[in-house]
């Protein structure tokens, strides 16, 4: 790779966040983001956490949000509608719909 081309693609990975503190864990994150299937209505997710498990119904998916509806979870009324970043509704278990 040539002196001028290696500069333009460090240049190209600072201007995307992947090259500044952690560039390559942000890269590797940013791939598993892209590669990651698309939550959509009704799936159905279940998070497992220090001995509770809560689960939800996606109603609505943004590239950066999901609204999501509470099946059962500790602390919260089935009903209750919640907004979760896309990532954090991504470290969940995706059930079958019909769970």
């Known amino acids: 790779m040539d002196h001028d081309h290696h500069h333009a693609r460090r240049r190209g990975l600072a201007a995307a966040g992947l090259?500044?503190?952690?560039?390559?864990?942000?890269?590797?994150?940013?791939?598993?983001?892209?590669?990651?299937?698309r939550l959509a209505g009704g799936d159905v997710l279940r998070k497992r956490m220090l001995g509770t498990e809560a689960r939800y119904r996606v109603l609505d998916?943004?590239?950066?949000?999901?609204?999501?509806?509470?099946?059962?979870?500790?602390?919260?009324a089935p009903g209750t509608h919640l907004r979760l970043s896309t990532a954090a509704a991504r470290t969940a278990q995706r059930l079958p719909s019909a769970a």
């Open 19 to 37: 090259l500044a503190g952690g560039g390559v864990a942000a890269a590797r994150a940013l791939g598993r983001r892209l590669d990651a299937p």
């Open 61 to 76: 998916a943004a590239p950066d949000t999901v609204e999501v509806e509470v099946l059962a979870a500790p602390g919260l």
